[in-house]
């Protein structure tokens, strides 16, 4: 199955619980893209306690997931993409909606 995700929360753990699904569906040989949106962007930075998000985010690329970041909103926050996302625009964010056969957001 190819399974959509679109983080747009602020909430380290709902951030860290995302990620692990995803790495959970990885292993059940689903394929998964995560599109980083609004607060989203920030994930990188939540790293609060028991939910180390950038940590998470690592596993879930060597699971073979992949995670693409909206540019408008890094740009909105004056914030730079840290090198592990692929930097997307609302037309990929469209194809990732069109071509998954499930889409959840966070």
Known sequence: MKIGM????????TVWNAFRLGIF?????DDVTVFLLAKGVECQQ???GAFNVAEIMDEFLAASG???VCGA?????QTENAGVCELSTMQDLH??????DKVLTF
């Not at 194809?95 to 998954?100: K, Q, T, W, Y």
């Open 46 to 48: 939540m790293n609060k």
């Open 95 to 100: 194809h990732l909606i069109r071509d998954s």
């Open 73 to 77: 909103c890094l740009k909105q926050r």
């Open 25 to 29: 569906a990885l292993k059940q040989e």
């Open 66 to 68: 992949k995670i693409l």
């Open 6 to 13: 679109v983080i747009y929360s602020g909430d380290s753990e």
